[in-house]
């Protein structure tokens, strides 16, 4: 595992607002190492991936999950970079483990926002989680992904598909509606950041965030680790999450700590 300094005022802020900014939290070989990683998964899609863009939108949106168990480079960088010190720092947690990982990639040109949501809604664990989101390419403040500070407090929002805005997961009416940041965004605390390949943005599952389109030459493409603190329990749905981890019920009872080999523990080093 590499070790990372980081300052108080780091964590103090992540605290606060359930965002925090990180520079430089991959060097130039595990900024490569996440390259190689990124066009593997997108040259080798797993059946969990899909395109969230429109067809007739001119770029493309392209994700896929869970992908460390087989893409060596992600599994490197998932378990032994410095990204899970950073997070058990963040989140003050005496063990931490990887939940999962998640490949975001838009094309160039391409329109389709990631709408506005929280990420815990989706999951099928109960408790204090942190993700990180890394590009390994220049990332203009206009481009960025977007995080409302202090969302991480609650409460939990509806979760909706992102194309066709269905309530998959909560029946309609069973959560709060989120509120249309877009249409007052000077409303909101939205934090969004100029970045240069290997900075990383973390957030609380529970934070509100989304991204624009990309409208510009090349390529954004995001390495996004999940990481769990040690007082998260595994909490079964009775729909399918996102993403699925099928047949983990049979395995986990609801209410049990995530020792499981899917979610290996990252921090402390073994």
Known sequence: ???????????????????VCVRDVLDPAQIELAVNGI?????????LAQVASAGDDPGRFFED???????????ELARHSSVPAIAAALMTAAQ???????ILVKEGGTRQRTPW???????????RGVSAWIPVDPVPESACLEVVACSHLGPWLMPRTFLAGEAKWFPEGALAELPDV???RDAFDVRRYELAPGDAIFFDFLAVHGAPGFPFVGRRRV???????EGVRHAPRRWRTSPPF????????????MDHPLFPVVWPSS
């Open 246 to 257: 099928d047949g983990l019920d049979r395995e986990l009872g609801a209410g049990q700590p």
């Open 65 to 75: 999950f869970c992908r460390w168990t087989e893409i060596t480079e992600i599994s």
């Open 1 to 19: 595992m590499t070790s990372f300094d980081l300052d108080t005022d780091a964590i103090e802020s992540y605290a606060r607002d359930g965002v």
């Open 39 to 47: 066009d593997r998964v997108v040259g080798e899609p797993s059946p």
């Open 182 to 184: 877009e249409a007052d």
């Open 96 to 102: 931490v483990r990887l939940y999962h990982d998640h």
């Open 117 to 127: 949501h929280q990420d815990q809604p989706y999951y099928n664990v109960d408790g």
């Open 223 to 229: 390495l996004s680790l999940r990481y769990l603190s």
